[in-house]
């Protein structure tokens, strides 16, 4: 089972439990999905030790371990190090062997796993073929290299909440009858959405028109969120990564409720600093339904986000 969805289940059970053991405070109804995305398997050189001189070869791989497929058009790899310079020949740095470039493309569309298919994800290796700097003989040096993944990615939470009438949560208890409670699911991304109607299942006494939605979102994947379609995927020049502090930590946050697209606290563009959660809370306001009712709500969190990974190599002079 994708780790992901057990996860999400587990979660249900753990909530489902605590209602029925009548612990009062956890009336709600909650869905955590993420810390995945397009994910750096590995980042290492194919030898950590070498002479200069000498050809050596960073391999990069990379899967899309979330829930969002990802256009070749909204990615690109970047690798950067001490002493690189791929556009030059100065024997005192790290240059290329042939033609290679910082800045990579996947050259296709990275999909998630398929559950439905049992399709595995999308996985891809980026190599680059570099030449060591040359030292004098004696001398030893390491020399860091730096791999990071770009992407524009969607964590999307889906939910179906019940709405009673007073009269009809009334019969309900009579009965003896057990109301229906709110149902989530949810895609897998770095970025998580914790989503929770107060009250569950909803109740509308007289009067009453709206129900209040809370929404959790939380950088889990530890990685650097920025605003969603900021950067030039076809860029060549590394400068172009370049994220402005304006830019940087933001998440785009949209709601459709029962059918409707929503603007309100709720969505828009808001700041999610790293290592702490943001908490959105909005009433959704409807019909009184004459008896009862499933009301959909759809969550999506958009932005751009990336990841670095770390590898060192020794260089020795001969």
Known sequence: MNKAILLAVLSTIFVAGCVQGQI???QTTTTVMGGTGMVMTDFSPDETEVYGGQTDRIMMTVSNKGGYSVPDTNSLVYLTGSALDLAGNNAIYWTQSGTEYQIKKFGKEMKPYDPVRDIPADEKMITWSLVAPNLVAGQQADYLFIGRVYYDYQTRVSGNVWVYSETEA???RSAGTTMNKA??????GPVAINARVTQDPVILYEGEDSLTLVVKVSNVGGGVLYKNGFIDYSTG???ALA?????LNRVNVALNFAGEELSNACTGDFELVGGKDLTLT????????ATFKSYPIAITASYGYYT???????VSGR
């Open 308 to 314: 670095e990974r770390t590898a060192t190599v020794s």
């Open 237 to 239: 020049s590394p400068d």
């Open 24 to 26: 009062p405070f956890l």
């Open 170 to 172: 009334d019969a309900a």
């Open 282 to 289: 909005c009433d959704l306001y409807i019909a009184p339904p």
């Open 183 to 188: 149902t989530w699911s949810a895609t897998s």
């Open 243 to 247: 994220i402005s502090s304006d830019e």
